[in-house]
């Protein structure tokens, strides 16, 4: 198919939600997406995948494991992730797996967790992070902070300043959600401390929040030569969805991607050779606009404010 019409048809299907999110996205994608990883790819290379207990964040593991990666499981509960640990294990004898337990919420214990594990992993080719809640009512983290915004923003943007030095030459690849395309950028009530609380507008206020931060990752750490990108899986059967909106689930049930599908641009990120730049946002292995229309496009003054309102509330300029 030539390029323009492909770019034509994904661009429609992309329009379309029902078309581009779901299982017919990667279905019918499939023919005219970039090249599969090279096999062994990552022979000797570290990676680190935060949410990795279960859905998109273990699929992502089983995606790297078998291109030759020793894979780092983060996740806040020892037992799922010993569970996931068997589950690869039992796929892939032969894979490289670590598991590690850490609430990315918590600012303190993503300090210990760093400190520790830039010791033992010196040099890291990547870090996923895919870690993610969707909280019924207003609650915190340890340090006070709601607790979306600590989960998916806060955690992951110390994280990753802490581990900068290890990813010299590396990745880092957010995941993030379509439901950004529907908030704006939240700079006036960023904690949700205002009005009723939806875990649901949380949620999609925290993925933009990502979006952005991804982008402003990318220009901090040019110099280190880290590059830094976002995806969004589109709708995947993973706990988050059925567990969190059980009434999408059911309605969409059938169209649902596979907890694979909706990984495979993460596990793409992570290993291609191919040459993507930094500062991407990446549905499908295609980059993608971060909106959908011109308004609602963040100022370079909103996004200078979110960035000190981050690094006040961290304590990490990445600098």
Known sequence: MATSLTAAVDWAMDKSLVLGYTRLGPRLRRSWWPSDPRPGCLAGRHVLVTGASGGLGLATAAGLAPLGATVHLLGRSADRLAQAEQTLLERMPSARVETVVCDVSDLDAVREFATSFAARVPRLHAVVHNAGVLPPERRTSPQGHELTLATHVLGPHLMTGLLADTLGGGRVVVVTSGGAYSQ????????????????????????????????????????????????????????????????????????????????????????????????????????????????????????????????????????
């Open 184 to 319: 704006k950028l939240a700079l006036d009530d960023p904690e949700y401390l205002e009005g009723d609380y939806s875990g649901v507008t949380a949620y999609a206020r925290t993925k933009r929040m990502q979006i952005v931060l991804a982008e402003l990752w990318a220009d901090h750490l040019r110099s280190r030569d880290v590059s830094v990108h976002s995806m969004h899986p589109g709708w995947a059967d993973t706990p988050g969805v059925t567990d969190s909106l059980p009434g999408f689930a059911t309605v969409m049930g059938p169209l649902l991607r596979s907890p694979a599908e909706g990984a495979d641009t993460v596990t793409w990120l992570v290993a291609t050779d191919d040459r993507l730049g930094t500062g991407g946002f990446w549905h499908d292995r295609r980059r993608r606009p971060t909106h959908y229309a011109p308004v609602g496009v963040e100022t370079e003054d909103q996004r200078q404010r979110f960035w000190d309102f981050v690094v006040e509330a961290t304590g990490e300029s990445l600098g």
